[in-house]
């Protein structure tokens, strides 16, 4: 029974992360582009913020995916 529970966990771990591996793909290019931009004198300040702002909507997109998968939706009573 566990080991039924690890692999479906596993297969969830796996549609999940090629789900948000798709969602984040603007985000982490932008990222890429800041930092192949930036001189290293310019790395933090603004640099580092936009930065901290592209994680930022990583992070809000792997929520928002999680709670997508999670069925929490109720019938109202008749």
Do not use: C, S, W
């Amino acid at each position: 029974m566990q080991e039924l529970l690890a692999n479906e966990q596993e297969v969830a771990t796996q549609q999940l992360t090629v789900e948000l591996t798709q969602l984040i793909e603007d985000e982490v290019r932008d990222m890429v582009r800041t930092l192949q931009h930036a001189e290293p004198a310019t790395l933090f300040g603004q640099t580092e913020f936009k930065i901290r702002d592209l994680a930022l909507q990583i992070a809000a997109k792997a929520y928002q995916q999680r709670l997508a998968q999670k069925k929490t939706a109720t019938k109202v009573p008749v």
